[in-house]
Nanobody
Framework: QVQLVESGGGLVRPGGSLRLSCAAS????????MGWFRQAPGREREGVSS????????YYADSVKGRFTISRDNAKNTVYLQMNSLKPEDTAVYYC???????????????????WGQGTAVTVSS
C-alpha cells in the first residue's frame, strides 16, 4: 500500500522556521522524484519545490526561493522541506507528492504526480 505521510507542520511566528518531513512507503522511493505543494484557504494548489530522483536537482517557486530548501534521504525514504524566514503568506496545507517522471519538475505540474500525502498544516501568524 502506497503511503506518503507528512509531518512537522504547526504554528510559527513570522520569521520563524519549520521543517516538514514526508515518509514514503509502498513504492520504490529512490526512483521517484518528489515535490511539495501547498494550498492556502480559498486558493488553488501551487507547487513549492521539487527534487529529482536522477541527480538530486532541485527547483523552487519564485515565492520561496532563498527561504526554503528541499532535500531527500533515500536510505530513509523521506523527503524534507526546510522552511526559513516564514511569512504569513506561507500559511497553507502542505502536501508532498511523488512522480515517476524526471522532467518538467520545475513546472510543478500536479497531474503528473502519481501519489499524494494527506497534508500538514502550516500557520504563520503573530
Amino acid at each position: 500500500q502506497v503511503q506518503l505521510v507528512e509531518s512537522g507542520g504547526g504554528l510559527v511566528r513570522p520569521g520563524g522556521s519549520l521543517r516538514l518531513s514526508c515518509a514514503a512507503s509502498g513504492f520504490s522511493f529512490v526512483y521517484y522524484s518528489m515535490g511539495w505543494f501547498r494550498q492556502a484557504p480559498g486558493r488553488e494548489r501551487e507547487g513549492v519545490s521539487s527534487i529529482s530522483s536522477r541527480d538530486g536537482s532541485t527547483y523552487y517557486a519564485d515565492s520561496v526561493k532563498g527561504r526554503f530548501t528541499i532535500s531527500r534521504d533515500n536510505a530513509k525514504n523521506t523527503v524534507y522541506l526546510q522552511m526559513n524566514s516564514l511569512k504569513p503568506e506561507d500559511t497553507a496545507v502542505y502536501y508532498c507528492a511523488a512522480t515517476v517522471n524526471d522532467y518538467d519538475l520545475e513546472y510543478f505540474v500536479s497531474y503528473e504526480y502519481d501519489y499524494w500525502g494527506q497534508g500538514t498544516a502550516v500557520t504563520v501568524s503573530s
